[in-house]
């Protein structure tokens, strides 16, 4: 009794036991744990419904769903930013529409983007995101096939006469035009119907396609990932530029009129108005895009090669007690190693933080978007002011290179696809190379947007150089005088028209534009408005290219007595190449910012609150950016119209442009990029300089999770535990 007695003394007073609550917690941690892996381990295999058949398993890796994903932004790039642009000058010639109204057209399918994005990022989100995907993808190609059928509509474009005196002068009106466009309204609600399909169709892709790529190759890959698939993004529109180019060289009507009456009505795409087969790409991208809307949503919910990743991420968070922090939050850290919560995770429990933020912390709750509106959308601001930039020069830039260095519609839609296109999608690659390769934390990559941005400044003059067209006689210039001297109109009291006493026998018609080309011996070069305004009266033969005997031409030209070449005069301007030169790097440097930006905002959200805030970050970009962009840039080529094209009855000017002011039209172009450039850096600047401070990264990252699990030693205190839960 007595050694029981010393014994029981010697072990001192007994303990509660901490190993029995300790074991049940682990246990029903491992229970959960081992719960949420079963759904995701169902959800990892790919079909569509109750249809999962095993030889559909070779589409659940990572290599399938990047071609895949990729395909499908290539073909939104296509269509969106590759087709549509190098159709803008064939549609407004084809149905007589102003630039601007073309810009309205291009502003719908950011209408379509806005409306939906919300319900779709965040819905679509919290559901199965392959079928997402994929119903965006059918409508891509609903819109695409539906943005063609204005052109089956309407009546073939051919507004000319049958006959050899086609556009020179002649005493009688052989001129029989089919009515102006009936049905243009028709037309221009199809195309912004269709173009409003593509916006929707868009919306998952950069919201869910994102978050998507994001939760299944792990926080390791996931900015190489994404630089990967924003560079198809940019490589798409190559293709569709390029695609463009190719039809553009064959007449709208080809497939149903004769070539000669082709070549005698149209002529070939160097005449003003040579309307090409813009249609076609948009038939074949539908096809394309169709092809890839089963696989992509036979796609598995989650990537078997990515499970053990989500174990990794639920055995932290519910150990944790919270959700694992981003590794760039905005906010300070707590420790080394975070805090251990005994208890349930914190769900709707409130804390005092400093800042006057306090909300409770809840996935559902609107605070998320407040902290977006916090931190994000001062970064998101860079984005939406650049893209104003970006969207109006891209989508109006083959136009650009159409009347400033006189280009053809097919050749300047080959520069846009071998320049612009590849240099960007080379520059998203770049900047998340460099993310990923040397792990740069929030402020650097920041900084390395600012320096970007900087870079994008400073080439911007690229504007500056610019061709001045030749002077178009009765519009811009008086008629020459027998010496071939001219009076310009802004310097000249005699007022130009285009009805002169040497054209008095001639019933010409304003409606109609066929440029011809004087050349005179000592260099200059005059443009006539049509053959029938010069005055010439032999019949034009497709094989000399060359009208004769026009009135309105002096003796002393280069050509043989009173003869003009058709179409507009060859520019003599060398500055398209020195353009292009700086316009490359330009491209490389503006498109390399969007990667760094998102990886920013990706780290600064919650897991499962990344579709929403990506798709809150497509509405701000849109918005402030994208949406007035088109107008405005197309409102800038309506400023410098010189000449509309007139009406067939009447005076009245109407439809699209003829010719634009060079010089006024670069500078424009040129105010407005250095504008938005630099409240673009200036924005990002400021945010480096408030928040630089405070951003700092999560060290939970760099702690095994060995580490995490068996430390118990942290003080918990309310600002250290709420402020890494803001989301």
Same mark, same amino acid.
């Given at each position: 009794?007595?050694?029981?007695?010393?014994?029981?003394?010697?072990?001192?007073?007994?303990?509660?036991?901490?190993?029995?609550?300790?074991?049940?917690?682990?246990?029903?941690?491992?229970?959960?744990?081992?719960?949420?892996?079963?759904?995701?381990?169902?959800?990892?295999?790919?079909?569509?419904?109750?249809?999962?058949?095993?030889?559909?398993?070779?589409?659940?890796?990572?290599?399938?769903?990047?071609?895949?994903?990729?395909?499908?932004?290539?073909?939104? %790039?296509?269509?969106?930013?590759?087709?549509?642009?190098?159709?803008?000058?064939?549609?407004?010639?084809?149905?007589?529409?102003?630039?601007?109204?073309?810009?309205?057209?291009?502003?719908?399918?950011?209408?379509?983007?806005?409306?939906?994005?919300?319900?779709?990022?965040?819905?679509?989100?919290?559901?199965?995101?392959?079928?997402?995907?994929?119903?965006?993808?059918?409508?891509?190609?609903?819109?695409?096939?539906?943005?063609?059928?204005?052109?089956?509509?309407?009546?073939?474009?051919?507004?000319?006469?049958?006959?050899?005196?086609?556009?020179?002068?002649?005493?009688?009106?052989?001129?029989?035009?089919?009515?102006?466009?009936?049905?243009?309204?028709?037309?221009?609600?199809?195309?912004?119907?269709?173009?409003?399909?593509?916006?929707?169709?868009?919306?998952?892709?950069?919201?869910?396609?994102?978050?998507?790529?994001?939760?299944?190759?792990?926080?390791?890959?996931?900015?190489?990932?994404?630089?990967?698939?924003?560079?198809?993004?940019?490589?798409?529109?190559?293709?569709?530029?390029?695609?463009?180019?190719?039809?553009?060289?064959?007449?709208?009507?080809?497939?149903?009129?004769?070539?000669?009456?082709?070549?005698?009505?149209?002529?070939?795409?160097?005449?003003?108005?040579?309307?090409?087969?813009?249609?076609?790409?948009?038939?074949?991208?539908?096809?394309?895009?169709?092809?890839?809307?089963?696989?992509?949503?036979?796609?598995?919910?989650?990537?078997?090669?990515?499970?053990?990743?989500?174990?990794?991420?639920?055995?932290?968070?519910?150990?944790?007690?919270?959700?694992?922090?981003?590794?760039?939050?905005?906010?300070? %850290?707590?420790?080394?190693?975070?805090?251990?919560?005994?208890?349930?995770?914190?769900?709707?429990?409130?804390?005092?933080?400093?800042?006057?933020?306090?909300?409770?912390?809840?996935?559902?709750?609107?605070?998320?978007?407040?902290?977006?509106?916090?931190?994000?959308?001062?970064?998101?601001?860079?984005?939406?002011?650049? !893209?104003?930039?970006?969207?109006?020069?891209?989508?109006?830039?083959?136009?650009?290179?159409?009347?400033?260095?006189?280009?053809?519609?097919?050749?300047?839609?080959?520069?846009?696809?071998?320049?612009?296109?590849?240099?960007? !999608?080379?520059?998203?690659?770049?900047?998340?190379?460099?993310?990923?390769?040397?792990?740069?934390?929030?402020?650097?990559?920041?900084?390395?947007?600012?320096?970007?941005?900087?870079?994008?400044?400073?080439?911007?003059?690229?504007?500056?150089?610019?061709?001045?067209?030749?002077?178009?006689?009765?519009?811009?210039?008086?008629?020459?005088?027998?010496?071939?001297?001219?009076?310009?109109?802004?310097?000249?009291?005699?007022?130009?028209?285009?009805?002169?006493?040497?054209?008095?026998?001639?019933?010409?018609?304003?409606?109609?534009?066929?440029?011809?080309?004087?050349?005179?011996?000592?260099?200059?070069?005059?443009?006539?408005?049509?053959?029938?305004?010069?005055?010439?009266?032999?019949?034009?033969?497709?094989?000399?290219?060359?009208?004769?005997?026009?009135?309105?031409?002096?003796?002393?030209?280069?050509?043989?007595?009173?003869?003009?070449?058709?179409?507009?005069?060859?520019?003599?301007?060398?500055?398209?190449? !020195?353009?292009?030169?700086?316009?490359?790097?330009?491209?490389?440097?503006?498109?390399?910012?969007?990667?760094?930006?998102?990886?920013?905002?990706?780290?600064?959200?919650?897991?499962?609150?990344?579709?929403?805030?990506?798709?809150?970050?497509?509405?701000?970009?849109?918005?402030?950016?994208?949406?007035?962009?088109?107008?405005?840039? !197309?409102?800038?080529?309506?400023?410098?119209?010189?000449?509309?094209?007139?009406?067939?009855?009447?005076?009245?000017?109407? %439809?699209?442009?003829?010719?634009?002011?060079?010089?006024?039209?670069?500078?424009?172009?040129?105010?407005?990029?250095?504008?938005?450039?630099?409240?673009?850096?200036?924005?990002?600047?400021?945010?480096?300089?408030?928040? %630089?401070?405070?951003?700092?990264?999560?060290?939970?990252?760099?702690?095994?999770?060995?580490?995490?699990?068996?430390?118990?030693?942290?003080?918990?205190?309310?600002?250290?535990?709420?402020?890494?839960?803001?989301?």
């Amino acid at each position: 009794l007595f050694r029981s007695h010393s014994r029981q003394a010697s072990q001192g007073v007994p303990y509660r036991s901490v190993e029995k609550p300790r074991r049940i917690r682990d246990e029903k941690q491992n229970e959960i744990i081992e719960m949420e892996m079963s759904v995701l381990v169902k959800e990892s295999q790919c079909g569509i419904g109750r249809w999962r058949p095993t030889w559909l398993s070779f589409l659940g890796s990572r290599k399938w769903m990047i071609i895949l994903l990729c395909w499908y932004c290539a073909v939104q %790039g296509i269509v969106v930013n590759g087709l549509v642009p190098s159709a803008i000058s064939s549609i407004e010639r084809r149905f007589k529409l102003s630039t601007s109204t073309m810009g309205r057209i291009v502003q719908f399918y950011d209408f379509g983007y806005v409306l939906f994005c919300i319900p779709v990022s965040y819905f679509g989100g919290r559901h199965s995101k392959p079928s997402v995907l994929g119903a965006g993808l059918a409508l891509i190609a609903f819109g695409s096939i539906l943005f063609s059928t204005p052109h089956m509509l309407a009546d073939s474009y051919s507004a000319t006469q049958d006959n050899k005196s086609f556009g020179s002068c002649s005493t009688k009106a052989l001129w029989n035009f089919s009515d102006a466009n009936p049905g243009t309204f028709r037309f221009v609600f199809l195309f912004c119907v269709a173009h409003f399909l593509h916006g929707i169709g868009a919306t998952p892709l950069f919201t869910i396609g994102v978050s998507y790529i994001d939760e299944n190759v792990g926080k390791a890959l996931s900015s190489l990932f994404v630089g990967i698939f924003y560079s198809f993004a940019v490589f798409g529109p190559a293709a569709g530029f390029l695609t463009a180019s190719t039809f553009l060289k064959y007449h709208t009507d080809f497939w149903h009129l004769p070539a000669e009456q082709i070549l005698r009505v149209s002529g070939d795409e160097t005449d003003p108005s040579w309307v090409g087969a813009w249609w076609i790409g948009f038939v074949i991208a539908s096809l394309v895009a169709m092809t890839a809307v089963v696989p992509i949503v036979c796609l598995p919910k989650v990537l078997p090669e990515s499970l053990k990743w989500h174990r990794n991420r639920l055995v932290e968070a519910i150990q944790a007690g919270r959700r694992r922090t981003p590794e760039c939050c905005g906010l300070p %850290g707590t420790n080394k190693t975070g805090a251990l919560y005994q208890d349930a995770p914190l769900q709707g429990k409130s804390f005092n933080l400093p800042y006057s933020h306090q909300c409770p912390i809840h996935a559902h709750n609107p605070c998320n978007v407040l902290t977006l509106f916090f931190f994000s959308h001062f970064s998101v601001m860079n984005m939406d002011l650049s !893209g104003l930039v970006i969207t109006g020069a891209s989508s109006f830039m083959s136009k650009y290179l159409e009347r400033q260095f006189n280009v053809p519609p097919s050749r300047s839609s080959l520069l846009i696809g071998c320049i612009m296109v590849p240099m960007a !999608g080379v520059g998203c690659m770049i900047s998340g190379f460099i993310v990923q390769y040397f792990r740069l934390n929030c402020v650097t990559t920041l900084k390395l947007s600012v320096g970007l941005l900087f870079l994008s400044l400073l080439l911007t003059p690229m504007y500056l150089i610019y061709c001045p067209h030749d002077p178009l006689v009765g519009v811009e210039t008086t008629y020459p005088d027998r010496d071939g001297q001219i009076s310009v109109g802004n310097y000249s009291d005699i007022e130009p028209s285009l009805r002169s006493t040497c054209n008095s026998h001639c019933l010409c018609s304003e409606a109609e534009f066929r440029p011809v080309c004087a050349e005179f011996l000592d260099g200059r070069q005059l443009s006539y408005y049509s053959p029938c305004f010069a005055g010439c009266s032999e019949p034009y033969t497709p094989m000399q290219k060359v009208y004769s005997n026009c009135s309105c031409v002096v003796e002393t030209s280069r050509l043989h007595v009173r003869q003009v070449k058709k179409g507009l005069c060859e520019s003599k301007c060398k500055g398209l190449l !020195g353009f292009l030169i700086i316009f490359a790097p330009l491209s490389l440097c503006t498109f390399a910012v969007g990667v760094p930006i998102i990886s920013v905002i990706l780290r600064t959200v919650d897991y499962n609150d990344r579709s929403f805030a990506l798709g809150i970050q497509g509405i701000l970009v849109r918005v402030i950016g994208t949406i007035p962009a088109p107008v405005l840039f !197309g409102w800038m080529f309506d400023v410098s119209c010189i000449r509309y094209q007139s009406e067939l009855c009447g005076d009245s000017e109407s %439809g699209s442009c003829l010719l634009y002011s060079n010089k006024l039209l670069a500078d424009l172009f040129l105010t407005f990029s250095i504008i938005g450039q630099a409240l673009a850096m200036g924005i990002l600047t400021t945010v480096l300089m408030v928040y %630089g401070g405070t951003l700092q990264d999560d060290p939970l990252l760099d702690v095994p999770l060995e580490e995490v699990r068996h430390d118990e030693d942290v003080d918990l205190s309310p600002h250290e535990t709420a402020l890494p839960l803001l989301q």
